[in-house]
């Protein structure tokens, strides 16, 4: 049986992939019809800011006794 901890990390790692990996693709469609190289970059950092925000919001503010640990 898996632990809480470990179901958290497994969570993390999977919010980071998801979220660089939609918003690269959608960067790469826009790179696609506008016909630049720049957009997938783009989108990759955007999903990887926005995976870190979501996962701060999920384990780090819900419950700020976690911090010390």
Do not use: H
Not at 42 to 57: R, T
Request: glycine share 14%.
């Amino acid at each position: 049986m898996a632990s809480k901890d470990e179901g958290a990390f497994w969570n993390i790692i999977s919010y980071l992939i998801a979220g660089m990996g939609f918003w690269g693709a959608a960067g790469a469609l826009l790179d696609n019809f506008l016909k630049t190289q720049i957009f997938v970059f783009i989108g990759i950092f955007l999903g990887l800011f926005l995976s870190i925000y979501l996962i701060w919001v999920r384990y780090v503010r819900s419950d700020p006794g976690n911090l010390g640990k």
